[in-house]
C-alpha cells in the first residue's frame, strides 16, 4: 500500500494512526502543501485526487481519498484490530464523534480555509486567530459533554477506535493555534493516554519522512 500524505495534515495524521494500529505496512509518500504552489495541485497527483486534497491510499487498484473512507475501507478488510469495536449502537456512537471533529471542525480550520481568509478576503491574523478560537471551543466544548457519556479510558468506553483516531490530530492542532483546552478535562486525559500509544506516537507528525523543523 502506499500512503500519499502531508506530515502535518490532520486527515493524513488520522490514515497513518490507522494503518498503524492494523499493523499494515505502507510506503508513505509526501505531497508538500505549500512547496511549488501546492504539490497537491500537480497534474499527476489530480489524477489520483481530483479534489487535491491529501491523503490518497493506494492499495493495488484501489485508489481512496478521504480520511475516513481510508479508515472503513481498512476497517472492512483488515478488520482486526477493530476500529469500530462493539455492536450497532457502540460503532454508532464511535462515528458520531469522529464525525464531530472530522466532518464538523476539521473543515472549518485546515490550511486551504486559512489561505482563503488571508489571501482572498484579507482576514487580519488576529481575525483568523479569533475565527479559529470560536470554532475550537464550539467543537471541544461538544465533545467534552459528549464524553461526559461515553467516556471510559478512551473516547467511546475502554477500547480505542475510530473516534481515538480522530481525536489525536484536532489536539495537535489545538496546541499549533494556541487553543487552550484547560476547560476540558475529559478530552485532555484521553488525549494523553492516547499519545502513550505506540501507533499513534509513531504517527506523530515530527517523526514524519516530510517533518520540517
Known sequence: MELYGYWRSSASYRARIALNF??????????????????????AYRQLNPNGLVPTLV??????????????YLE????????LPGKAAKRAAIRALALDLAAELQPLINLRVQQYLSQELSVTDAQKKAWLDHWFQQSFSAFE?????TSGEF???D????????????????????IDVSAYPYL??????????????????????????
Not at 493495488?60 to 479508515?71: C, E, N, T, Y
Not at 472492512?76 to 476500529?83: D, S
Not at 502513550?196 to 514524519?208: D, G, K, R, S, Y
Open 188 to 213: 485532555t486525559r484521553i488525549g494523553k493516554r492516547l499519545l502513550e500509544l505506540p501507533w499513534v506516537e509513531a504517527a506523530h507528525p515530527n517523526l514524519q519522512s516530510d517533518a520540517e523543523a
Open 155 to 157: 473516547c467511546v468506553g
Open 159 to 178: 477500547e480505542f477506535s475510530l473516534a481515538d483516531v480522530c481525536l489525536v490530530p484536532q489536539l495537535y492542532s489545538a496546541e499549533r493555534f494556541g
Open 76 to 83: 472492512e478488510k483488515y478488520p482486526g484490530p477493530a476500529l
Open 145 to 149: 459533554q459528549s464524553l461526559h457519556e
Open 59 to 72: 492499495d493495488g487498484p484501489v485508489v481512496i481519498h478521504q480520511s475516513l473512507a481510508i479508515m472503513e
Open 22 to 43: 492494523k499493523r499494515l505496512d505502507y510506503n508513505y509518500i509526501p505531497v508538500h502543501l505549500l512547496k511549488e504552489g501546492g504539490q497537491q495541485h500537480k497534474t
